[in-house]
């Protein structure tokens, strides 16, 4: 039995560059971190030649071919491994919600599926490989970023170049300003769920109009890595959360509505400094940057508003293998 622990992910700035629209022209990049919030999967040698799935259902199939679940059999393929498996999978947060739960997936699906052959893969190939499955093979109209910040971890500015190599630098900063730019995020949930691919894909369509608003949103992320590496005053991270989240809107009608807006606006009238609703938008978690003093405000007026907080951490690790049994 193989377990592997993968990491969900915040980005700060920057998304809807990493689309191939964008990058394929001139690079992209963005700024996020990965958090204490975890895709597990475990992948075990079954009683028969038959292959079984479990996620929020269950596939019992004798084929791979028959398997419903685009990513596990795009991945089996990849990996070579044809019959006799059991693969589940359990996560901290519902899937769709702006967190990279799909790409956090396949990434420890393919670590765990690797780890079963024997065959220990780099972080560099496990995010390059789940990102081809994701766009190339199954043809999902998303970016680049979230399969590589599920396999590296961390706080990272990654960028995504027109040859389709793809860098991921360390955020270098101290451990005292990551302890406060973590005490100064509060995350909330707005309990709804939405289809990121029609946002991605009416984003996508608008992209060549658009080029001028995902230009200046990377380079957003280039200065908030700037804001933490240099160690200014941390009240710039909220200021360019709030441009950036100002800049998303204008890339599809479908990013924010009326509910979404409400909640942000009362999190700034609260003194949130920024924010911003996490993931392709429509709905999932909304993110707000918030100094110390003014919390308590910004908290009662969520709860009021029926949002659940989500507390966190940023995580240093990616993908890990946590657990390798008898096989």
């Known amino acids: 039995m193989i377990i592997t622990k993968t990491p969900f992910r915040i980005s700060f700035a920057g998304g809807g560059t990493d689309l ?7 690079y992209g990049a963005v700024t996020s971190t990965a958090i204490d919030k975890y895709m597990y999967i475990t992948v075990n ?22 398997i419903q679940h685009p990513l596990v059999r795009e991945g089996l393929k990849l990996v070579g491994i044809t019959s006799g498996i059991e ?34 893969k780099s972080a560099e190939a496990l995010a390059r490989e789940a990102a081809m499955i994701e766009i190339d093979i199954v043809g999902e ?51 709804i769920t939405r289809d990121a ?9 608008n992209t060549n109009n658009k080029f001028h608003i995902l230009r200046r949103m990377r380079d957003l992320a280039g200065e908030i890595q700037e804001t933490l590496v240099s160690g200014r005053k941390l009240s710039e991270f909220g200021e360019l959360l709030h441009q950036g989240w100002v800049f998303k809107q204008e890339l599809s009608p479908l990013i924010a509505n009326g509910i979404i807006n409400k909640y ?4 700034l009238e609260m003194g949130a400094l920024g924010g911003k609703l996490l993931g392709a938008g429509g709905g999932g978690f909304i993110l707000f940057f918030c100094e110390q003093q003014n919390q ?16 966190f951490a940023f995580e240093r690790q990616g993908s890990q293998i946590i657990y390798v049994g008898g096989i």
């Open 296 to 311: 308590n405000r910004l908290r009662a007026a969520m709860h009021e508003m029926e949002l659940r907080e989500i507390p």
């Open 87 to 120: 693969i589940t999978s359990i996560a901290d947060i519902p899937a769709r919600t702006g967190l990279g739960s799909s790409s956090s997936f396949c990434v420890g699906m393919l670590n765990a599926l690797y780890a079963f052959k024997g065959i220990l």
């Open 141 to 191: 109209p998303i970016g680049k970023q979230d399969q590589y910040i599920s396999a590296y971890g961390g706080l990272q500015y990654i960028r995504f170049n027109p040859d389709e190599s793809v860098f991921v630098n360390p955020v270098i900063t101290s451990r005292l300003i990551i302890e406060e730019l973590e005490s100064k995020l509060l995350m909330f949930y707005t309990g």
């Open 264 to 267: 942000y606006q009362k999190g």
């Open 197 to 205: 691919n029609t946002i991605l894909t009416d984003q996508k369509k």
């Open 20 to 26: 191939k629209d964008f990058y394929s022209e001139e």
């Open 45 to 66: 040698k079954s009683f028969d030649h038959r292959i079984r799935v479990s996620y929020s259902r269950t596939e019992l199939v004798e084929h791979i071919d028959e």
